[in-house]
């Protein structure tokens, strides 16, 4: 089985674009997460989506916008880029009856220049 | 955003010994404490979790300890190997929402 695919794999953008990443969960899984790692820490909770219902939101600036398809896959969008942006996001899908058991995709390295 | 501390920011240990990573958290309403092991370019990946009603988990060389009075937690990885080489993050969440991450442990295990 395929595990969690994320695209592109990297991504040049410049401040004040827009950018928007993909994630395609593993087949059966119904709940996508957003995290965003910056270089040297942890991942930071951004986005929940379940069923295509948000269920739950980090401390995010609007600029940071989700979405979840009839398929279960989700984009996350983010406007007007800041340098402070960069960095490796991160999407983690979960199995029905196991919320906390996330598997993670291999992410998307954002350089915002 | 960090409610979860961790220690050491980096940890070196020689082929079979013992490593060591704590972590220390804030809400007791925490309900799950995973540990996660990231190499370079990948994705975190599930090592093992623990929920607070149990003391210890052990599975194969990883066993997680946990003291709910302290509010600590941490990982010990026995017969440590060069490929155990990573950083691992530990975690902490209330049913799996909001998952909060340590900021991480780099581990070289030297041969």
């Known amino acids: 089985d395929a595990g969690v695919t994320q695209s592109p794999t990297h991504l040049i953008k410049t401040r004040g674009q827009q950018v928007t990443l993909r994630c395609s969960p593993i087949?059966?899984?119904?709940?996508v997460s957003w995290y965003q790692q910056v270089l040297g820490q942890g991942p930071q909770f951004i986005f929940q989506y379940y069923e295509k219902e948000e269920r739950g939101r980090g401390n995010f600036p609007d600029r940071f916008s989700a979405r979840q398809f009839p398929n279960y896959s989700s984009e996350l969008n983010v406007n007007a880029l800041l340098l402070g942006d960069s960095a490796l996001y991160l999407c983690a899908s979960t199995p029905w009856g196991a919320q906390e058991t996330q598997y993670f995709g291999p992410g998307t390295r954002l350089l915002v220049l | 955003q960090q409610q979860v501390k961790q220690s050491p920011q980096s940890l070196i240990v020689q082929k079979g010994g013992i490593s060591i990573i704590n972590c220390a958290y804030e809400n007791t309403a925490f309900d799950y404490f995973p540990w996660y092991q990231q190499f370079p370019g990948k994705g975190p990946a599930l090592l093992i979790a623990?929920?607070?009603?149990?003391s210890e988990k052990k599975e194969g060389r990883f066993t997680i300890s946990f003291n709910k009075s302290a509010k600590q937690f941490s990982l010990h990885i026995m017969d440590s190997q060069p490929g155990d080489s990573a950083t691992y993050f530990c975690a902490a969440s209330i049913m799996g929402d909001d998952m909060r991450f340590g900021a991480g442990t780099r581990l070289t295990v030297k041969p």
């Open positions: 623990i929920r607070p009603d149990v």
């Open positions: 087949s059966g899984h119904k709940s």
